[in-house]
């Protein structure tokens, strides 16, 4: 048997916690992957994976196993990336997943000069608000807003989003310009919710002005999960909405939205890229974290110094 491809495919089962996920991921038949991973346990005499017909759980024995595997790749990786010459471009297939609207407004306007700078990276980019399954989906690294919930992510702060709240012009000529944070629990206002993708939840308004801290609860029209339909239905008067200024300032310019209560503070939202834990960090992907960390200084730089969530 292919010694890196058992390797390889006991690793990719482990983290995606399925042999149907890890063949996908591999562009393997669930057969072959399946087959590889009892070959594996059959030359070292172990029990790698505990079986059942709804999941796949490592063993003790396999969780140690799988430690000393991604080192091993690591180090192959390594030795193949040693052997090219110094000059030599990063290149191969990257995957990465970020919201919709940096996608739209500060990614993909930009990516001309990545290109130009690493032309033999193919990058596979999915623009999308929903919750990304880093290790099952195998994508190498996703970029996302606000705090945190899964600890067992390796996560790296690069930014942080200066968030405002606004108002488009015909919504208020028809429900009237709200003075103070507590009318919008009127009920003549509505804001857009903006639905959380894990809980479903609408995202709260947060508001802060000498010491004085408002979530307001407000009523809504429509709520919608994608930070593009956010903004549009915003834009159709449908309600009042909080963004982050990148979204917001060409549409101020324009007098398509106006900002409200200006002399109240929104926190900032953290940005975080997120890998997958004990995954290698490739070249190919060190260069794109690198240029995700200038586009991050131009459009949202970090407040303060602490940059690093966790050390790659």
């Not at 669930?30 to 005499?45: D, G, I, N, S, Y």
């Not at 930014?159 to 606004?166: A, C, I, W």
């Not at 979530?215 to 909405?241: C, E, K």
Request: aromatic residues 6%.
């Amino acid at each position: 048997m292919d010694r890196f491809d058992t390797l390889q495919a006991f690793a990719r089962v482990v983290e995606a916690g399925s042999f149907t996920k890890a063949a996908q991921t591999l562009h393997m038949s669930k057969t072959t992957v399946t087959q590889l991973v009892q070959q594996l346990e059959a030359r070292l005499q172990v029990r790698l994976l505990h079986r059942t017909t709804r999941q796949v759980r490592v063993t003790a024995d396999g969780a140690a196993y799988y430690e000393r595997v991604v080192r091993v790749l690591a180090d192959l990786e390594d030795a193949d990336t040693s052997l090219a010459s110094a000059s030599a471009s990063p290149k191969g297939r990257l995957r990465v997943d970020v919201p919709s609207p940096f996608a739209r407004l500060i990614l993909v306007p930009a990516l001309p000069g990545f290109h130009a700078r690493h032309p033999e990276i193919q990058l596979d980019l999915g623009a999308s608000d929903r919750m990304v399954d880093v290790i099952g989906d195998n994508v190498d690294c996703v970029l996302r807003g606000g705090e945190l919930s899964d600890s067992s992510l390796t996560a790296r702060r690069v930014g942080e989003l200066r968030l405002g709240v606004y108002a488009a012009p015909a919504y208020l000529a028809r429900a009237g310009t709200p003075a103070h944070p507590r009318d919008l629990e009127d009920t003549q206002h509505r804001i857009v919710g903006y639905l959380r993708a894990r809980s479903g939840r609408i995202a709260p308004i947060a508001l802060e002005r000498d010491g004085e801290q408002l979530a307001p609860q407000s009523r809504y029209v429509v709520a919608v999960d994608d930070g593009n339909a956010y903004l549009a239905a915003g834009l159709a008067g449908m309600g009042i909405l909080w963004l982050p200024r990148y979204m917001a300032d060409p549409h101020v310019a324009r007098g398509e939205l106006l900002p409200l209560f200006e002399d109240w503070k929104v926190a900032s939202m953290p940005m975080y890229l997120v890998f997958p834990p004990n995954r290698h960090v490739s070249a190919k992907l060190r260069v794109f974290i690198e240029w995700i960390d200038e586009l991050m200084a131009l459009h949202a730089p970090l407040a303060g110094a602490a940059a690093i969530l966790r050390a790659m």
